[in-house]
């Protein structure tokens, strides 16, 4: 605490991102400003200029706030939340897509206030509460950070800005993956759609951002839930999750994926690290079910091909976040009903914003972690 950025360096000149994200207020000409903006034409940000480097790779600078543009919304960055695809960004391992440009200013996860709104958005206005997927511009640590309207939703103050910034990507890929699976959530389904989806579920990783999620919503869905994670996390993921058996991932069975009540699974929320295909054909049920996987490699990617063009019963199916902003109102809305509860593994402020990358390249966070713009120095 108290500590002041090590690396801090002024940026005068023209950010060379060439992404929307930090365009220089003074070249948005076609922005309308229904509320002041910021008084301040610059903010801090943290920021790294290539490949490679972790944590030690990110510096503090100062860059004009970003102006939004058609479809965006200006933030006053109140938290974000480092999911592992901003560090697998930064290492380069979609470098044939991400980023765009250098610098970067990473993180898409984002939890604040509209100060400003861009043009043709309609549904907000300065002073919301908001949460908010900006990806793949990211720019969520900065004080300020433009985001697309289209996917940024309403934050009731039952929701804290941590936990509004912690849902989007971590309890998307939760919920999608589900529901690739089969479940229904929608209170309409029909008794035969509903019984039609699987029954019994395993969540790999479910201390985890992504898997403390799914284990939860699972549970909403009335699913008999088997989790795996560490030994430390066997009581939160049974007691606090709501899990009903739990599985340390290093013991044999645990590596077996074998579920202590005997129990095949339906279907697996496949969160953790790659895992060879027979560990998950011995753990699906005879009829048959599906792996959700998260974390796709080479062979599971044609693995599931073969899968598809096979017409196998048991079925590996990559997946890949696409955010939906009707999914991000449900998940805020599951928040503030207290049926959806986020962990928070730590707590960051801007200034330590290396120790919260840090943290999440280590791969074992309890729940997320988060950056919070005004947290205690
Ligand atoms: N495809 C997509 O669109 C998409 C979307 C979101 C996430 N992902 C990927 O999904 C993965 C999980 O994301 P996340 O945010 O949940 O990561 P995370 O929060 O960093 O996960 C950390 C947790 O995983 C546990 N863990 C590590 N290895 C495990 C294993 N073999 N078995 C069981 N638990 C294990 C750790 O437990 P210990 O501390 O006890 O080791 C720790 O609690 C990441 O690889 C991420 O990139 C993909």
Redesign the pocket.
Known sequence: MGRTPSCVHIQTQTPTLAHQTHTPRASAAMATTPSPPPSATTMRAVQYDGYGGGAEGLKHVEVPIPAPKEGELLIKMEAASI???DW?IQKGMLRLFLPKKFPFIPVGDLSGEVVELGGGVSGFKPGDKVVSMSFPNCGGLAEYAVAPASLTVARPPEVSAADGASLP??A??AL?QLKAAGVRFDADADAAAAAAGPKNVLV?????????YAVQLAKLAGLHVTA??????LAFVRDGLGADEALD??TPD??ALRSPSGRRYDAVAH???P?PWPVFRDALADAGGVVV????GVAATVRSFLHRVTFSKKRLV????MPKKEEMEWLVDMAKQGKLKTTI?SKYPLSRAQEAWAK?M????????VVEMGGTE
């Open positions: 999911n592992p695809i697998k990507a971590a998307g890929s999608q790999t990783a479910a201390s985890g951002g992504v898997g403390h795996t994670c560490g030994a430390r996390n991932y290093r645990g590596a969160c953790a690290p895992a996987d998260l974390t796709p990559p997946l890949i976040l593994d999440s280590e791969g074992h966070a309890t729940g997320k972690i």
